[in-house]
């Protein structure tokens, strides 16, 4: 089964018919929110917002535990993240939506494994390729087939939040490689991968970085609110599409 872990203005799917809701409980605490069962195009597929129904939750906060093992408990296979990011590489101008193929991990403190004890046995999970390349392909299939652009690969920089960046920050990941950056990269992906769970985002790029395009003095977090809202028509489209094709 599929999930999709909604971010910034993904708290729903429009056309998702709801059958059932479901408050979770897991060794490691609650989800971020009650799960909701749904068909989709004759699909069952669960959604998650990640940062709870009513957008409390700050990223350092959400439980990455609790969703991705409660997802997992529900027989889940497969889960698609939509974030929002910030664009450090030229082309990744507001709106854009894009796929990442890499990650690097800025953020510290977090619930980062579910191998944090000592006494029971641990692996060394492989995280070579962070994303599933099947999952990452079928967002793109689906974007094709819906005819909205959206660019394959980047790497994506995981920071602390909740705080936006300063330019200096920006610049060391710019020459650290990375072309986009956001707060809840990880450690979602590598729990999913701890899991043995399909995992891929597809990010939508919601602002110019500090320093990048006219952000030299400031980042316009209203442009930032309404950019998300306007490009959530084109990610459920395609969301949409990848439920249709998913057990083709
Ligand atoms: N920085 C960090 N995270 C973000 C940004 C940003 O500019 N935009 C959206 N998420």
């Known amino acids: 089964?599929?999930?999709?872990?909604?971010?910034?203005?993904?708290?729903?799917?429009?056309?998702?018919?709801?059958?059932?809701?479901?408050?979770?409980?897991?060794?490691?605490?609650?989800?971020?929110?009650?799960?909701?069962?749904?068909?989709?195009n004759q699909h069952e597929i669960i959604f998650l917002a990640r940062h709870g129904y009513g957008y409390t939750i700050p990223p350092h906060l959400v439980n990455y535990r609790a969703n991705l093992w409660a997802l997992r408990e529900q027989g889940v296979t497969d889960v698609i993240s939509v974030a929002t990011v910030g664009g450090i590489r030229a082309d990744l101008t507001p709106g854009t939506l894009v796929v990442p193929d890499q990650i690097i991990d800025y953020t510290h403190g977090r619930?980062?494994?579910?191998?944090?004890?000592?006494?029971?046995?641990?692996?060394?999970?492989?995280?070579?390729?962070?994303?599933?390349?099947?999952?990452?392909s079928r967002i793109l299939r689906g974007a094709t087939e819906v005819r909205q652009p959206c660019l394959d690969g980047g790497v994506y920089a995981a920071t602390q939040g909740p705080r936006l960046d300063s330019i200096?920050?920006?610049?060391?990941?710019?020459?650290?490689?990375?072309?986009?950056?956001?707060?809840?990269?990880?450690?979602?992906?590598?729990?999913?991968?701890?899991?043995?769970?399909?995992?891929?985002?597809?990010?939508?790029?919601?602002?110019?970085?500090?320093?990048?395009?006219?952000?030299?003095?400031?980042?316009?977090?209203?442009n930032v609110a309404s950019t998300a809202r306007n490009a959530m028509g084109r990610v459920r489209s395609i969301l949409e599409c990848v439920v249709n094709c998913h057990d083709d």
């Open 111 to 136: 619930d980062a494994t579910f191998f944090n004890t000592r006494n029971t046995s641990y692996r060394n999970i492989d995280f070579t390729l962070p994303y599933s390349p099947e999952l990452r």
């Open 168 to 222: 200096a920050e920006i610049n060391r990941y710019e020459r650290e490689g990375a072309d986009m950056v956001g707060m809840t990269g990880m450690p979602e992906t590598a729990l999913a991968r701890e899991l043995e769970m399909n995992y891929a985002t597809l990010a939508v790029v919601v602002n110019y970085t500090a320093g990048r395009g006219d952000n030299l003095q400031s980042i316009n977090m209203e």
């Open 1 to 40: 089964m599929l999930a999709i872990i909604g971010g910034r203005g993904l708290t729903e799917l429009a056309n998702l018919n709801i059958t059932h809701r479901q408050v979770m409980r897991t060794p490691y605490g609650e989800p971020s929110g009650a799960f909701l069962f749904g068909m989709l």
